[in-house]
């Protein structure tokens, strides 16, 4: 750990380089100035942190979650605001406005391209940080099943708080409990319980958001087609969520799980083959996925009921997979949640609430989704070619189907409603070495295989266009570009990325952009862009 340190701190020296060298006529000049005097008149000066300062480098890694994006060519934010308060978040805004310092919001840092914190194209270096960590209340409501909840919570702490307040209240969101509820809801947010109610959007009643003129809004002032837009188009591109009114939902006292191990000698290419046409149609209480990963697949399920039921369930479904009594664990939901992101339920609930993170490792991830089921030589070719290789990633396939399936496309911005199952590709590594460059090769290694399968898939995934979920951001389709001769983000060339994440509901999400941030305040590189006048 300590050679991992070592270079860890390497790497926090070479952000902080770049965000003094890359901003050295920028960063103090007089917009700046003026920029940081405004920010001081109403937040206390405590909460604001320039890389002058000796704890900013401790505030922007505090939720980094992928370490090659504090790699030399990726920038960070000339100032983060640590915001305690709607108000804060109010003043940052209008300061920015005022001043020409655009603004980027992190409430988990889970965003698989770092764009909530960190800057790969040389034409947008000039950016500050709404760091939302802090606005995590969540209040519940047990006699309407509600919950207000702050971005900055996390979703553990969300599955907590439900659970303490009502054994039988769940949330349907993702797996892994650090994520942010701000990013996690405003890209859509797919879980185990999406297939019995949907996903985390389809399940927000009200929000609370700073708009790009630093009014505070909820759902009736706000209007409907900003809300429409922040529940699933990605909020950031449209204002600051601060927070959300969501519905919780009831799960029985007693949930089942079970993870079945099978390797490839153990028929697990014939297993997956099936899989993919079975676990869509299965019951909706019941969530089946698989992870593939050195030479093995494991099929892991949740279901909202006994063990006795389960097994039934699954004699009639998928009986060739082999279930029975003895793979099951019956547990509360909330343990659940614990069992579907450590590995195992014998840890406390508790472990729900831990924010840390751990920033020593890489990450690339791309995805997919399968509308017709892959057949058997493709399972074949992916298991030869590329799971032999050293530098295998994990492949993760989640279920479709269900309410999924039951919501129009059009109803959130998130449309990729009538797939089979969503195909991730997982690549995570670590690398203690110093020196950058076998750093970087190590990185080239890795992503290659990452890419390579992914080409590799193209014949058997969607098409026209090759469906991503927002929520795995991906800069690899494309990133935005500025109108000639203008200052606003170009739809035309945005639409290349755009439409594999929205589809349709695109067009849509850039004519409500067009409304309410014309000036395109809140960007990034792959933020949505203004509808111009001519498209609508």
Partial sequence: ????????????????????????????????????????????????????????????????????????????????????????????????????????????????????????????????????????????????????????????????????????????????????????????????????????????????????????LNRSTMGE???????????????????????????????????????????????????????????????????????????????LGRCGSLVDTMRRHFRGLGMAKRDCQEMSWVKSTVFFYYGTADLPAEVLLNRSSNPYYYLKVKSDHVQEAMPRHAWEIIWSKWLDKPEAALLQLDPYGGQMGSISPSATPFPHRNYLYQFQIYSVWFDSRNGTAAVLEKQRVMMSWVRGLYNDLTPYVSKNPRAVYVNYRDLDLGTNELDEGGNLTSYAKARVWGEKYFKDNFERLAAVKSKVDPHDFFRNEQSIPPLPAAAK
């Avoid at 409990?177 to 389809?202: C, E, N, Q, W």
């Avoid at 390797?263 to 869509?280: C, F, G, H, M, Y």
Wanted: glycine fraction near 8%; proline fraction near 4%; include cysteine.
């Fill in 1 to 216: 750990m300590a050679r991992t340190q070592t270079i860890f701190v390497t790497l926090v020296c070479i952000i902080l380089s770049s965000a003094r060298t890359s901003s050295s006529s920028a960063a103090y000049s007089s917009d700046v100035d003026a920029f940081l005097s405004c920010l001081s008149a109403d937040i206390p000066p405590a909460l604001i942190y320039t890389p002058a300062n000796n704890n900013y480098s401790s505030v922007l890694l505090s939720s980094v979650r992928n370490l090659r994006y504090v790699m030399p060519g990726t920038t960070g934010p000339l100032v983060i605001v640590a915001a305690t308060e709607p108000a804060h978040v109010q003043t940052t805004v209008v300061c920015g406005r005022r001043h020409s310092v655009h603004v980027r919001t992190r409430s988990g840092g889970h965003d698989y391209e770092g764009l909530s914190y960190a800057s790969v194209d040389p034409h947008r270096r000039h950016f500050a940080v709404l760091d939302l960590a802090a606005l995590r209340t969540i209040h519940i409501d047990g006699s309407r099943a509600e919950a207000w909840v702050g971005s900055g919570a996390t979703l553990g702490e969300l599955y907590y708080a439900a659970a303490a307040a009502n054994r039988t209240f769940g949330f349907p969101a993702g797996n892994c409990p650090t994520v942010g509820v701000g990013g996690h809801l405003s890209g859509g947010g797919f879980g185990a319980l999406s297939r019995k109610y949907g996903l985390s959007a389809d399940n927000v009643l009200d929000a609370v958001v700073v708009d790009a003129e630093g009014r505070l």
């Fill in 225 to 303: 087609d900003l809300f429409w837009a922040i529940r699933g188009g990605g909020g950031e591109s449209f204002g600051v969520v601060v927070s959300w009114k969501v519905r919780l939902v009831p799960v029985t006292e007693t949930v089942t799980v079970f993870s079945i191990r099978r390797r490839r000698n153990e028929s697990a290419v014939d297993l997956i083959t099936k899989w993919q046409a079975i676990a869509p149609a299965l019951p909706r209480d019941l969530y089946l996925r698989v992870l593939v990963r050195n030479q093995q697949a494991d099929f892991v399920a949740l279901f």
